[in-house]
């Protein structure tokens, strides 16, 4: 467990970007810090493994304080993983892979092993191993940042915006096999973005933070989503969620998924309960607020042509095609299945 216990930042210029921060955050599982630009996630991440000392107060790791452990210890048992994965340019793959456990002292051909392990972790092909960082994708590198944070086989990994400067295609890949890896390897991710759907993706806890590293509302997605604790979290969230909530309707036998503004996201094929639920959708399941039935055909709303998917729905027995107002529905649609539902987490 990694305990924030009533921590303050404030650097040489008088900038007080934290401030009395308290939270504890889960062992072998992912917490998400979400804020906007400038709210204090970057200095909260840093203050755990030291990069950044603080002015008041005390991180414990499992009960010992951090700031009486070497620093350059603790960072090589801690993995880090940064935007722009912040790799060593002049090194391979497996080199940068590789550059903290020899720095650890650990043999190389076990640190060379190991790099070439973790890259099929981390699903990059073997044959990139002895590519420089500027000869592959940016989502490329990413995996290469995240191998080289898995390296040293830290109980904590800390990630800083990893999945800020790809594409959304590409951030989407890296997120789910952020999950799959999470499932397999169960560290204690603490997980920074300034992006809420990916904190609700990805966390099981999620911290909304304010300026000055201010806790606006810390729970779990379904918690927050449900709940926001403020106009702040409110706003924050979306205020489009409410258009994006998603309500089930019957049509013809089957039950459509309808959002706020009554466009057709997708179609379910079996029978589905009534009450708040998730729908899942890959690794993970979505958060996507209370979905009610509407059992009569008369509820159906926009089901005439004006809506962009309704044509479809009478001339074919197949699913129609998908527009996909909540970014990870598109699964929903493009099967005639019902996908995974569920209660909430
Ligand atoms: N070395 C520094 N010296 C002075 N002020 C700093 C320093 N580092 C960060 N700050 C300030 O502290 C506040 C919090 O910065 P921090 O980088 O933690 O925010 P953030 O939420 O991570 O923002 P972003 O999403 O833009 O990365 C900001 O006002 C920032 O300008």
Redesign the pocket.
């Given at each position: 467990m990694i305990e924030f216990d009533g921590i303050s930042k404030r650097?040489p210029?008088g900038?007080l970007?934290v401030d009395n921060f308290s939270l504890r955050l889960p062992s072998r599982e992912i917490t998400v810090f979400v804020?906007s630009?400038?709210?204090?996630?970057?200095?909260l991440l840093r203050m755990i493994n030291r990069m950044v000392e603080p002015t008041s107060g005390r991180i414990l790791i499992d009960d010992e304080d951090v700031a009486s452990l070497n620093p350059v210890t603790l960072r090589r048992r801690i993995g880090y993983v940064m935007q722009n994965s912040g790799l060593l340019p002049h090194r391979t793959v497996l080199q940068n892979i590789a550059t903290v456990p020899l720095l650890n002292r650990v043999p190389k051909a076990e640190a060379v092993a190991r790099a070439h392990e973790l890259m099929e972790t981390v699903g990059l092909d073997s044959a990139l191993a002895k590519r420089y960082p500027a000869e592959l994708s940016g989502g490329q590198q990413q995996r290469v940042g995240v191998a080289r944070g898995l390296a040293v086989n830290p109980n904590i990994l800390l990630m800083d915006e990893p999945f800020g400067a790809v594409d959304p295609i590409v951030r989407r890949e890296l997120q789910e096999e952020l999950l799959r890896i999470q499932r397999e390897l169960a560290k204690t991710i603490v997980f920074?973005t300034?992006d809420i759907d990916e904190a609700f993706l990805l966390g099981d806890h999620v911290t909304i933070l304010s300026r000055g590293g201010h806790v606006a509302q810390h729970g779990s997605p379904d918690e927050i989503l449900s709940n926001p604790a403020s106009e702040f979290v409110a706003d924050f969230i979306g205020a489009d969620r409410g258009r994006r909530a998603l309500t089930l309707r019957q049509s013809e036998g089957r039950t459509l998924v309808v959002d706020g503004t009554g466009r057709i996201a997708g179609v379910l094929g079996a029978e589905t309960a009534t009450g708040p639920v998730s729908v899942g959708a890959g690794g993970r399941d979505e958060h996507l607020g209370e979905i009610t039935l509407g059992t009569e055909a008369a509820d159906l709303p926009d089901l005439d042509t004006s809506s962009p998917n309704s044509g479809e729905l009478g001339s074919s027995p197949e699913a129609p095609e998908v527009d996909t107002p909540s970014p990870n529905l598109g699964e929903l649609g493009s099967e005639n299945e019902a996908p995974g539902v569920d209660t909430p987490r």
């Amino acid at each position: 467990m990694i305990e924030f216990d009533g921590i303050s930042k404030r650097f040489p210029d008088g900038t007080l970007a934290v401030d009395n921060f308290s939270l504890r955050l889960p062992s072998r599982e992912i917490t998400v810090f979400v804020g906007s630009s400038g709210s204090g996630k970057t200095t909260l991440l840093r203050m755990i493994n030291r990069m950044v000392e603080p002015t008041s107060g005390r991180i414990l790791i499992d009960d010992e304080d951090v700031a009486s452990l070497n620093p350059v210890t603790l960072r090589r048992r801690i993995g880090y993983v940064m935007q722009n994965s912040g790799l060593l340019p002049h090194r391979t793959v497996l080199q940068n892979i590789a550059t903290v456990p020899l720095l650890n002292r650990v043999p190389k051909a076990e640190a060379v092993a190991r790099a070439h392990e973790l890259m099929e972790t981390v699903g990059l092909d073997s044959a990139l191993a002895k590519r420089y960082p500027a000869e592959l994708s940016g989502g490329q590198q990413q995996r290469v940042g995240v191998a080289r944070g898995l390296a040293v086989n830290p109980n904590i990994l800390l990630m800083d915006e990893p999945f800020g400067a790809v594409d959304p295609i590409v951030r989407r890949e890296l997120q789910e096999e952020l999950l799959r890896i999470q499932r397999e390897l169960a560290k204690t991710i603490v997980f920074v973005t300034h992006d809420i759907d990916e904190a609700f993706l990805l966390g099981d806890h999620v911290t909304i933070l304010s300026r000055g590293g201010h806790v606006a509302q810390h729970g779990s997605p379904d918690e927050i989503l449900s709940n926001p604790a403020s106009e702040f979290v409110a706003d924050f969230i979306g205020a489009d969620r409410g258009r994006r909530a998603l309500t089930l309707r019957q049509s013809e036998g089957r039950t459509l998924v309808v959002d706020g503004t009554g466009r057709i996201a997708g179609v379910l094929g079996a029978e589905t309960a009534t009450g708040p639920v998730s729908v899942g959708a890959g690794g993970r399941d979505e958060h996507l607020g209370e979905i009610t039935l509407g059992t009569e055909a008369a509820d159906l709303p926009d089901l005439d042509t004006s809506s962009p998917n309704s044509g479809e729905l009478g001339s074919s027995p197949e699913a129609p095609e998908v527009d996909t107002p909540s970014p990870n529905l598109g699964e929903l649609g493009s099967e005639n299945e019902a996908p995974g539902v569920d209660t909430p987490r």
